[in-house]
């Protein structure tokens, strides 16, 4: 493990997926720990996207935006919402000057898939609408997430392709969360690594899926077909049960004929990007920018 980045596992806080009360508390705690970024240029507005039901969004527009960017927080579709997500989301519409979308999506155990999953598609398709009075363009539209907010992002991609939808320019999937099987080498060998394990991963699956049989929509990786989707970043990390199935993954999508980079950041476990003090984490956050960056640009 990177040294930096392992001097940090005794202090990491734990949370419990089976407890989402608990757990959110947690998460909660720890996101208001974090250094604020600067938002000294942008705008920030919090909207609520009508659907059914209606949907919360945060919008941060930086002034001369052009690209946007749909931004779906992680979280194990458990925990996470519009102000934990905020350190984040304010930092990508800082550095690639689009205007990001952060999405409040709900949470399960209390609302299972398809819910996430319908409430990200619905702004999906107001933002592709009302692009021009956000001040985008509807032609560089990007799905992006960590985690459980990646494993809907290409969830999102796969049903705008199938339905479509609102064309998107590209899907940045930071180390996704795209099987319930858990079959991967890695899944069944990182049984204690921080932050993200095995066993729960287990318990976020049976929450998000609750009485329903996985579809694609819920986990990407049982897709058979991934042909015409948009192209896509894909980041894992070395110490992360779901390293083996994102991998897998990028390989079936370049088999497809889609346009994949894919970044192997070694040393690393889930979530860990999140230590910015290390020099690794810095450079995993400056490659998403730059992807990011490059993808939307004319």
């Known amino acids: 493990m990177d040294p930096e980045l392992e001097a940090f596992v005794p202090f990491l806080p734990r949370t419990d997926p089976a407890d989402p009360v608990g757990a959110r508390k947690v998460f909660a705690e720890l996101a208001s720990s974090r250094p604020m970024p600067d938002t000294s240029g942008m705008e ?3 909207l609520t996207v009508l659907a059914d039901p209606a949907v919360p969004v945060r919008i941060y527009r930086p002034h001369g935006a052009q690209g946007l960017v749909i931004w ?7 925990f996470g919402d519009l102000e934990t997500e905020h350190p984040w989301a304010a930092r990508i519409a800082g550095a690639t000057g689009a205007v990001v979308i952060s999405v409040n999506y709900r949470r399960s155990p209390e609302h ?14 107001w933002a592709y609408a009302h692009a021009a009075e956000l001040g985008a363009d509807p032609a560089r539209i990007a799905v992006a997430g960590h985690s459980a907010g990646a494993g809907l992002a290409a969830a ?12 998107i320019r590209f899907q940045l999937l930071n180390e996704p969360m795209l099987d319930d099987r858990q079959e991967t080498w890695s899944q069944r060998t990182f049984t204690e690594t921080p932050w993200h394990d095995r066993q729960k991963i287990t318990v976020m699956w049976r929450n998000y899926l609750g009485p329903r049989q996985a579809t694609a ?8 077909d991934l042909s015409g989707l948009p192209p896509a970043y894909i980041a894992t990390a070395e110490f992360d049960p779901l390293r083996d199935e994102d991998i897998d993954y990028a390989q079936r999508l370049i088999q497809a004929g889609v346009p994949v980079e894919l970044h192997h950041w070694p040393g690393t476990f889930h979530g860990s990007q999140a230590i910015q003090s290390a020099d690794v984490s810095q450079r995993q956050t400056a490659a998403l920018i730059s992807v990011l960056r490059r993808a939307l640009a004319e």
Do not use: K, M, S
């Open 44 to 46: 920030i507005e919090d």
């Open 72 to 78: 779906l927080r992680g979280g194990g579709f458990v």
């Open 112 to 125: 299972p898939f398809p819910a996430a999953l319908d409430d990200a598609y619905a702004v999906l398709n």
């Open 156 to 167: 999102v991609a796969l049903r705008a392709r199938d339905e479509q939808g609102p064309p």
């Open 217 to 224: 929509y819920a986990a990407p990786a049982r897709a058979t």
